[in-house]
């Protein structure tokens, strides 16, 4: 063990803190001549001291004892892969104030309290890095913080969450239905046993707010972001979509516009020539749009072990560096203005909306009426019969506001021809 | 002007240097905002100081003289974007021993020079960053510097040349031919009046060398890269590639493997439903694959004004904030090991094979032989009628050493029944 080491305090022995720990000992001889110094994990705090890791290691690495991290001064890196807010955040506040730096793949704490957190890395000039808070081990807060920051980012779109775009994958390959797809995803384990996060979109928006938040230089958080999840996507929409040469993906869609920073997260109808439409099963992908790169897409795993300990571990050598040279903390908070965020009223987007009507003469003509009357203009209409008295209508819109649509869709929703409002999806990307 | 600008000497004012002309007068506040410092442009070098610019700019910018430049002590960065070799060479070098940091954009110089320029720009503590040198506005360099560093990266494939992406992409929707598509890109002014460097797959051939330097940790150079262009490709290679599910693309192709690195250019078959497969017209994209990471593609322009002057700002801004900091040259030359090139010969593929035969029994059956003999194994034969006499076969292999591939071919070729061996195209990416 060489003298140049350094050393590293790990919070977190689970899945990512496995991976942590596997590259660090397994790849350790070229992490050194990368950075010129060896990582070396002296300490690893850990709720329960005898649970099998599914690792080999050295049982004394181990502690329950926060203190022994946080109070050792030889610790000069400490790796957040615990989770959770409560008492993670308390820890990496501790760390901070301690003059460490911390590198965290927590997305749920940087998405609400990185403000706080940035500060004070800076008051402490201290590294807080968070590759692997988004996408796992695509590298884009880095690209998005120097590779493009001679660029005005106008928009990021992503598929930044692995759970949904699998189960949307698989109904659109299979045309399987949505409670069948969870069932297998939770089997394979790609979903949780509670999936609300993924399939309600919370765990996108977390990503959405911390993408949003380095791309247009101004803080947005989780409560900013309007969430939609795919619990309502039907076979039948996607099927739908595929006629009209659309795919359905969950969408984290960020733009800076003249009214503000528009921040939402919900199912979507893209092109199928479009860059993310060929992005399937539990992929992720970002695509960012500069004023001067033009569009760019970034394409990888968004989780799992050892993906989302490349980023951690490619952080922790960037801090290492940082250290060798005396200058942690030399790209901190990139968030140097406060733009606001846009109200969803004011969003504009193109719809589909697919419409249960009775099937008699004069249904669409006033359906057709209604949105007009709301400044709300038809691209395409397909209509067809369902049964003896039903037929279905299938709507693309040009771009309206929201405000409009919803106004637009609450009198057609009380048309007396109108049996349901069956679906009603954003479309992007055209 | 503020007195903490930090000020920069330009080498050049072509497509590429308008372009970052432009960002960093038109994106300063931004940039100064993200660095700390602004970023200005003291000096320009030209040949012809009256030559109309097509960007209004203060005459006193330029010189032609480049000791204005280099003689300068208040120049700290100088961005080179004169391209060639001759006198740039000699120019970087200059700027390097003078403790300037440099930014470029020249693949020629870094393919082939890279080892003395960085050698040089280590032992004068200064920057030198190319990312604009692959890939125009794409990151990849520092993300396999840095996003992906905690990685062994075990391949990198890409398309990394955007004329004949653009011309294959032509040839595959239209069905046309090479010559007719060729000059309709000269036309479109994607192609250049002497083609040679794009379709002979040169200039692919010099990305590919800074590429695999980087991915691999080991120098690798142009003459290293084993090269083919597309010239052979024809609208019949490409509909039976069409037929068998895979695109034809012109793929930089490096990987790791234990008899040493193999880097190769040249046209190949991808399946179609490969991430590279949908990368259309001038765009270009980079799969990566390294043991922790999985796969990740980057994708965008690989050429042009401001793609190209994204990735020299971007970079400026970085040499800016390491001189802010005091620590140019914080991550230098990655190069820390010798690999050996592997030889072409023991390089593995699987091959498409076309063949022109006479069409009389047994022909299929010597060909066959000669394969087996070579222990080529097949996968796919397809045969077809082209006249009364003649009949077309189209072989696809199984993986087999290119020296066994090009035994086989020699001896098929001198067969009685064989006409013409119409094409070989390597495949890849199953």
Redesign the interface.
């Known amino acids: 063990m060489s003298v140049e080491n350094i050393k590293i305090g790990m919070l977190g022995l689970g899945t990512v803190g496995r ?1 942590v720990y596997r ?1 660090i000992t397994g ?1 350790g001889e ?2 050194k ?3 010129g110094a060896g990582l070396e994990i002296k300490k690893i705090l850990v709720r329960d001291l005898n649970r099998d890791r599914g690792v080999e290691l050295d049982q004394q690495l181990l502690t329950g004892e926060i203190n022994d991290i946080m109070e050792d001064p030889e610790i000069k890196i400490v790796i957040e892969v615990m989770g959770g807010i409560e008492p993670t955040l308390d820890f990496v506040q501790q760390a901070l104030q301690n003059g460490k730096s911390v590198v965290t793949a927590n997305k749920d704490m940087i998405a609400v309290y990185g403000k706080q957190l940035f500060e004070l890395a800076e008051a402490n000039r201290a590294d807080l890095l968070f ?1 692997a808070s988004v996408a796992g ?3 884009i807060i ?2 998005l913080k ?7 980012i106008n928009q990021v779109i992503g598929i930044i969450n692995g759970t949904t775009n699998y189960m949307l994958t698989k109904m659109t390959k299979e045309g399987s239905d949505f409670a069948e797809v969870l069932r297998e995803a939770q089997d394979k384990g790609y979903a949780e046993a509670n999936p609300a996060s993924d399939i309600e979109g919370y765990d996108a928006a977390r990503k959405l707010a911390i993408l949003a938040s380095i791309a247009f ?1 101004s803080r947005v958080v989780l409560d900013d972001v309007y969430t939609e999840g795919i619990t309502k996507i039907t076979a039948t929409d996607i099927s739908y979509a595929g006629e009209l040469n659309y795919t359905v993906k969950l969408l984290g869609i960020a733009k800076e516009t003249e009214e503000g920073v528009e921040v939402r997260v919900h199912p979507t109808l893209i092109p199928v020539d479009h ?1 993310l439409a ?1 992005v399937n099963d539990v992929f992720n992908a970002i695509f960012v749009s ?12 968004g989780a ?1 072990e ?2 989302t ?6 952080d ?3 801090a290492a ?1 940082d250290l060798l ?1 005396n ?1 942690p903390g ?2 901190s908070c ?1 968030c ?2 406060e733009k606001p965020v846009k109200d969803m009223g004011l969003v504009e987007s193109r719809y589909y909306i697919r419409i249960q009507v009775s099937d008699k003469p004069g249904v669409l003509a006033s359906i057709a009426y209604a949105f007009s009357d709301k400044e709300v203009s038809l691209a395409t209409v397909l209509q067809k019969q369902t049964d003896a008295v039903t037929a279905e209508i299938v709507l693309v819109t040009h771009k309206v506001r929201e405000k409009n649509m919803q106004e637009a869709l609450e009198i057609i929703k009380h048309l007396s021809s109108v049996k349901a409002i069956s679906n009603v999806i954003r479309v992007e990307g055209d």
């Open positions: 991976g590259i790849n070229n992490i001549r990368k950075i590759e081990g695509i590298p880095r690209p120097q590779c493009l920051a001679a660029n005005r230089n860059p060929a500069g004023d001067a790169v033009g569009d760019t897409m970034f394409y990888g795993r799992g050892l993906p300990a490349s980023a951690v571990v490619s922790a050598m960037d560096r040279r200058v030399i790209i990139t140097y203005d």
